[in-house]
């Protein structure tokens, strides 16, 4: 998709990366409230020899964009300064439906597109990043209930999580926005694919632990600055041989992308209908069933509909 060429962040990185301090903006809920994303984030790019960058952040428990655009608080963040780079994070679960439910996609495309419009208006050279998150953890889907609307496996909901993060990176590009994807779930899916993965989820088997947000935090970093993992030296609670595993493992997954195409998205999507996707009130901090999501999108369906009547 076509792209603005200069970005704000492209720019001040040529100049001088040592005293050139970017401002960050993360938009998404408990993924990256965990363990501190927005702080490891900048640990990262300060230990590669960057100015600290200002990471600022707007997370709600299990927020979706379609809330963080009609948030206050968000909207506020938004427009409180021009930014350099906002992250737009959608609710784990959304993209995954998104693959068989026109619905769900339709709503969560034009979420992005309005987030996107508003984040332009006050930053119009801001780099837009879509931040790919991971699949719920193999282990889950050992219940059938968990298929339901995810996949039949951990690695087919991360692809369907994919192919919905570059859709919603062409929505934005067609705003116009510079819009890029931070592969989050792809570099965790590469992990678990290894010879000795390392655990990245948590015990609910669907947010971070500490090594899942270190991952987080080297594929955002890579992704807004443009560069390498070469002069990253942050290790942060890990002991040093498992971060420079996971840095090399990170490292060979940008190398990967570099080489090969992006997926192939032929959604087509439209003005959502009165019929929005569920929207979960609580904290991601439980995993819910899917059967209890798909619920709730027929239950949404039909009181529009009775209220149409």
């Known amino acids: 998709m076509p792209q603005r060429a200069a970005t704000v962040a492209t720019n001040k990185i040529r100049k001088n990366k040592s005293k050139i301090m970017l401002h960050l903006l993360l938009l998404g809920n408990s993924f990256i409230y965990f363990n501190d994303l927005p702080t490891l984030l900048a640990d990262v790019a300060q230990s590669?020899?960057?100015?600290?960058?200002?990471?600022?952040?707007?997370?709600?428990?299990?927020?979706?964009?379609?809330?963080?655009r009609r948030a206050a608080a968000t909207q506020s963040r938004v427009s409180e300064r021009e930014w350099d780079a906002v992250v737009l994070q959608q609710q784990s679960e959304l993209p995954a439906f998104a693959t068989s439910d026109a619905v769900v996609r339709n709503a969560t495309l034009h979420d992005v597109e309005a987030l996107t419009r508003d984040i332009v208006?006050?930053?119009?050279?801001?780099?837009?990043?879509?931040?790919?998150?991971?699949?719920?953890?193999?282990?889950?889907?050992?219940?059938?209930?968990?298929?339901?609307?995810?996949?039949?496996?951990?690695?087919?909901?991360?692809?369907?999580?994919?192919?919905?993060?570059?859709?919603?990176?062409?929505?934005?590009?067609?705003?116009?926005?510079?819009?890029?994807?931070?592969?989050?779930?792809?570099?965790?899916?590469?992990?678990?694919?290894?010879?000795?993965?390392?655990?990245?989820?948590?015990?609910?088997?669907?947010h971070p632990a500490y090594?899942?947000?270190?991952?987080?935090?080297?594929?955002?970093?890579?992704?807004?600055?443009?560069?390498?993992?070469?002069?990253?030296?942050f290790d942060g609670a890990l002991e040093p041989g498992v971060a420079a595993r996971l840095r090399a493992l990170v490292s060979a997954q940008l190398s990967s992308e570099s080489k090969v195409t992006d997926r192939t998205v032929s959604w087509t999507w439209s003005a959502p209908s009165t019929a929005r996707p569920p929207v979960r009130s609580a904290s991601e901090n439980s995993a819910a069933s899917p059967c209890c999501l798909a619920v709730a999108i027929l239950v949404g369906a039909c009181v529009v509909a009775a209220l149409l009547i």
């Open 121 to 206: 208006r006050s930053s119009p050279r801001a780099n837009v990043v879509l931040f790919q998150t991971w699949a719920r953890h193999e282990r889950l889907f050992a219940t059938s209930a968990w298929r339901v609307g995810y996949g039949a496996n951990a690695s087919e909901m991360q692809e369907r999580i994919a192919r919905w993060y570059d859709a919603a990176r062409d929505v934005a590009a067609l705003v116009p926005a510079n819009a890029t994807v931070a592969r989050v779930g792809d570099a965790w899916r590469a992990n678990y694919a290894s010879a000795a993965p390392i655990m990245l989820h948590d015990a609910d088997l669907a």
């Open 48 to 68: 590669a020899g960057w100015a600290r960058p200002s990471v600022a952040s707007s997370t709600p428990g299990g927020f979706t964009l379609e809330q963080h």
């Open 211 to 233: 090594a899942g947000s270190y991952v987080a935090a080297l594929c955002l970093y890579a992704t807004i600055f443009q560069t390498s993992l070469a002069n990253v030296t």
